[in-house]
């Protein structure tokens, strides 16, 4: 009763100004801590303090079925589970209000707002100086070293304790460097640490041992070979979409504003005044499994999967910049090699935006008005050939994407691909109808190309920096700006040869690719296209959050890559010792014989 007169009251005052639902984050500190009696107004106060201070939206815990006040659907608040970047537009600061009730009616209320001012470097907040995984490295000129520095952590960890796993792996980091002998380890605590180093070791013995998920070995010394980065296209898409990233690096959820801000004239006319294309990456007010779905439902249409794909991933290579990662080529899938041209500075990010929203918003809207049919879509698994056999008296449909080699996807009219997929069943070979707006990749969404094809004429272009390489030609982009322009205008009705392409980049020279969006579709596919032959795919998202992209880092460096780690334990008060010596990292001494601890 208290929760919801409290919770009615506060919607009654906020709904006597300009409101948009679900427009704050409402949460309690009595779920994190429990009731402080006389001190949970000071909590409450600490807690909006450290919210303001770090940019991020606190969860309220255990709440699985919020109060009925919450879910009325003109309700101006809302709870969420999980911590989130706190993303705001350029002309409302970050606030935050505390309200502490007391019995017999003493209410105390307080409201605070950020600095925005001019922050020192060094001054810069971090969201948490802990994280939950840490990416601890080793190095050294032979075998034999390598198994003496994990053997002797492995013996201290047994007999030193109070240790904070930041401080050992930022001592490891300093002394790193690229070498014969490399191991990097992703460890979620000490434990789990001390366990890892003892398979590392069995299998520095015996070979047949198998490394755990998040143990890595290599050689610095001789590179695996050249290093392509992959950008995803639509269908890698979901709700929430490297949210543990954006928190602990506030240059990746910057762009995230900044995404915001680029299409906030475009987002209000069309979705309303108050929508933001952060609100459909985390969604707001989503309770239930339905409104879940509903949610991811949403963020699947081409006009919204588009543009979010284009500021995660944009937010994500301005991320890998600040550990001096040099690739030697870049590509993406469909939509991705759009990302892929401003990675190589073709495009800046107010023009991948803006192309992003509008490649998108034509498809809907050409789908929607043109009076014939856009046609549809079907996954097909058996390799091209045998498809191209099963279809050869068949014009109406095409291959717009041959993604790996026994995986194609068909467009064509709806009539027409419901045809090839009563051939195809009847040939053997497995089929999947994809449910999409337009038939992408072919020569019924002309209508959607004609006027992409006019705003890139009227976009100002740069010649690419780092070589591009197109889904169409499977070759590097030209040097000159007009023929770019000139394909890319063209890439909508173009098929996407991405077999091609990667087969392309190897002949080239590339033997490592980072997948740099969300999921894990492209690294899996170029497994496929390359099989049995040496390479490294590695994607930055293995669905763990923040030890995806750990264990990426971690894999890279064992391939011979070279980065700047110490961007890892920046701002995070992290010790620096001597690894070999773990008690000169040990932050609290032991407890005195006359002292208790309760």
């Known amino acids: 009763a208290g929760d919801t007169a409290e919770l009615e009251s506060t919607m009654k005052l906020i709904k006597e100004s300009e409101y948009n639902p679900k427009q704050a984050v409402i949460g309690s500190v009595k779920t994190m801590i429990g009731h402080t009696k006389a001190t949970a107004g000071i909590a409450g106060l600490i807690k909006a303090a450290l919210a303001l201070h770090r940019r991020v939206l606190p969860p309220h815990r255990w709440a699985s079925q919020p109060n009925q006040v919450l879910q009325q659907a003109d309700c101006p608040f809302q709870l969420i589970d999980q911590a989130q970047p706190w993303i705001v537009s350029e002309t409302v600061p970050r606030r935050a209000s505390v309200s502490s009730f007391g019995f017999g009616g003493t209410n105390f209320h307080i409201a605070l707002e950020e600095y925005t001012q001019e922050y020192r470097e060094w001054l810069r907040p971090v969201t948490s100086q802990r994280w939950p995984v840490e990416l601890l490295l080793w190095s050294d000129d032979s075998r034999e070293g390598l198994i003496a520095q ?20 930022n001592s490891l980091a300093k002394k790193w460097r690229m070498d014969n002998e490399i191991v990097a380890i992703v460890a979620k605590d000490l434990t789990d640490l001390l366990e890892k180093i003892k398979v590392l070791l069995a299998y520095f013995q015996d070979k047949n041992v198998k490394l755990p998920a998040g143990v890595y070995h290599g050689s610095g010394k001789v ?63 989503c309770y239930s499994e339905e409104a879940k779905a509903k949610a991811q439902q949403t963020l699947t249409s081409t006009d919204i999967a588009q543009p979010a794909l284009g500021a995660i991933e944009a937010g994500l290579w301005k991320l890998l910049q600040t550990f001096e990662i040099e690739p030697d080529m870049l590509a993406g899938h469909s939509y991705g090699e759009f990302v892929a041209l401003h990675a190589s500075g073709a495009i800046d990010l107010n023009t991948l935006m803006t192309l992003s929203s ?15 049919e856009l046609g549809t879509m079907l996954a097909v698994q058996a390799c091209r050939e045998d498809i191209e056999a099963a279809l050869t008296d068949q014009n109406d449909v095409v291959i717009a994407n041959h993604n790996a080699p026994l995986q194609s996807v068909l467009s064509g009219s709806r009539s027409g691909i419901e045809s090839a997929e009563k051939k195809l069943l009847a040939a053997g070979i497995i089929t999947n109808q994809i449910p999409v707006a337009a038939a992408f990749h072919s020569s019924l969404v002309k209508p959607a190309q004609r006027a992409l094809e006019n705003l890139i004429d009227n976009m100002e272009w740069q010649p690419c920096r780092i070589p591009v390489y197109s889904n169409t030609t499977a070759k590097p982009h030209a040097a000159e700006v007009s023929v770019t322009k ?3 205008a063209e890439h909508l009705v173009s ?47 293995d669905g763990s959050g923040l030890s995806g992209m750990l264990n990426a880092l971690g894999q890279l460096i064992c391939a011979g890559v070279n980065l700047n780690i110490m961007k890892l334990f920046s701002h995070r008060d992290c010790m620096s010792g001597d690894p070999a010596k773990l008690e000169s990292l040990q932050r609290y001494g032991a407890v005195p014989k006359h002292v208790w601890m309760l």
């Open 495 to 541: 098929s996407v040869e991405f077999v091609s392409e990667i087969e392309s980049m190897y002949q080239d020279g590339a033997r490592i690719f980072l997948e740099l969006g969300p999921k894990s579709v492209l690294s899996k596919l170029t497994d496929k296209i390359l099989t049995n032959q040496p390479h490294k795919a590695i994607s930055i998202d």
């Open 486 to 488: 000139k394909l890319m």
């Open 223 to 285: 590179p695996a070979g050249k290093l392509a980065i992959l950008f995803p296209g639509q269908g890698s898409q979901y709700t929430g979409m490297l949210r543990e990233v954006s928190l602990h690096f506030p240059i990746y959820a910057e762009i995230l504003t900044e995404a915001d801000r680029i299409l906030n004239e475009a987002f209000s006319h069309r979705y309303g005044e108050s929508k933001r294309l952060s609100h459909f990456i985390f969604p707001r007010g």
């Open 358 to 372: 509008a490649r998108g918003r034509f498809i809907i809207d050409a789908a929607k008005t043109e009076k014939n």
């Open 150 to 169: 994990l053997g002797g952590i492995e013996k201290a960890l047994q007999n030193i304790q109070s240790l904070e796993l930041r401080d050992i792996a």
